[in-house]
Nanobody, 125 residues
């Protein structure tokens, strides 16, 4: 199995920054997995934020975060990160880390096989 644990969420003022971390573990975790970040605000559906391939050579971002958020990974530590800058109140949500066993970058949350429990990010105006 694979376990994903997010951390780094919190309360921040608009314009501030946060760095989310996702620690991956488990006997079947593979560094070749595509890793993604998603978020879900109250009353809304889970939405794609960012995704990265196994070596960091390919990334994709939602238009709403492009230029403000950066996804990265450290395979030696089995870690994935989401650096979030210039945060806006509309970024407030629970942020989830997810792993996809295929090598194809996708924005479709249904394609991901493993999920963390999420970390709350709240941006005040």
């Amino acid at each position: 199995q694979v376990q994903l644990v997010e951390s780094g969420g919190g309360l921040v003022q608009a314009g501030g920054s946060l760095r989310l971390s996702c620690a991956a573990s488990g006997r079947t975790f593979n560094i070749y997995y595509v890793m993604g970040w998603f978020r879900q605000a109250p009353g809304k559906e889970r939405e794609f934020v960012a995704v990265i391939n196994w070596n960091g050579g390919r990334t994709d971002y939602a238009d709403s975060v492009k230029g403000r958020f950066t996804i990265s990974r450290d395979n030696a530590k089995n870690m994935v990160y989401l650096q979030m800058n210039s945060l806006k109140p509309e970024d407030t949500a629970v942020y989830y880390c997810a792993a996809d066993r295929t090598s194809t970058l996708t924005r479709d949350h249904a394609r991901y096989d493993y999920w963390g429990q999420g970390t709350q990010v709240t941006v005040s105006s």
